[in-house]
């Protein structure tokens, strides 16, 4: 029987194959094509706001999907785009809004450009891992999540990013057994206690990234798999769809014990605090 662990090393170790066969699903074949054959017409960014196929791909690609309606403020952060720290994009969401105003810069010019062949190869390639995540999440929650913090978690640069991020703090919580409540007070405390569970340099480790996504599947699967019996609400943000299934907040006793030391006075752990602060903490270390 396959459990979250079984099919995220199926997939991580087959990963070219699954990118291949979500690439040719009809819907998303569809959607790359007309993508590929129109990004080089547009020459403005209300020429790119106002094709809602060409927008739509683009903001799901980077992960910004449920955005779609919010047309003005769109236009604002390509406008703006990343070069003031006070612009927009650097406000947003932590991470996405700002790699989405530097991709779809449209007045750079060469392999930077938003119509180049490199750009446009990066943006599909985003869309259909996009669209992998998302699809496995349908089945598997657990799963999408353990892809989302492999993909995105390397680029992480302080712990106030895992913080403002709800995906990576979801599987932080599921590995360390923290607990989603308390207060925005203890913002600079919880920071601290992720920074010593997970420091942003074993993110960026290979080796030790891949250990922290098993150690997250083998907790999902022991409080939520198929012969645990239980289960509650999770949703999954992604931006483009919402995945429900069991919420993955405990770990295995041995996991929880081995960073007892490490959790001494973080007990009460909550990520109840403006994104936009979070975002800006993120940024600024």
Avoid at 122 to 136: K, N, W
Wanted: proline share 4%.
């Amino acid at each position: 029987m396959s459990n979250t662990t079984t099919t995220y090393l199926s997939i991580e170790n087959n990963l070219a194959r699954y990118q291949k066969l979500e690439s040719s699903q009809p819907a998303v074949k569809t959607a790359t094509a007309y993508y590929q054959a129109n990004i080089g017409k547009v020459t403005s960014i209300g020429q790119f706001v106002g094709n809602y196929r060409l927008l739509s791909y683009a903001l799901n690609a980077y992960g910004l999907g449920d955005q779609i309606n919010n047309k003005a403020l769109i236009a604002k952060v390509l406008e703006q785009g990343v070069t003031d720290p006070k612009a927009l994009a650097n406000t947003l969401d932590n991470a996405n809004w700002k790699a989405f105003a530097k991709a779809f810069n449209f007045s750079a010019a060469g392999a930077s450009s938003p119509t180049s062949s490199t750009s446009v190869a990066a943006t599909t390639s985003d869309y259909v891992e996009q669209q992998l995540e998302a699809d496995q999440g349908a089945q598997d929650p657990g799963v999408e999540l353990a892809l989302y913090f492999k993909r995105v978690a390397p680029s992480v640069s302080n712990s106030y990013g895992v913080l403002a991020d709800k995906n990576l703090l979801e599987v932080a919580q599921t590995i360390f057994g923290l607990s989603p409540t308390g207060s925005a007070a203890e913002i600079d405390k919880e920071a601290v206690a992720i920074g010593k569970l997970m420091p942003v340099s074993d993110l960026k480790d290979p080796t030790k990234l891949n250990q922290l996504v098993e150690r997250f599947t083998a907790a999902y699967d022991a409080k939520y798999g198929p012969a645990s019996g239980s289960s509650s609400s999770l949703t999954v943000n992604n931006g483009n769809t919402s995945s429900t299934a069991a919420a993955a907040t405990s770990i295995l006793s041995g996991v929880i014990s081995s960073n007892a030391a490490a959790l001494a006075g973080a007990s009460s752990y909550a990520p109840l605090i403006s994104p936009s602060l979070l975002a800006n903490l993120a940024l600024g270390g």
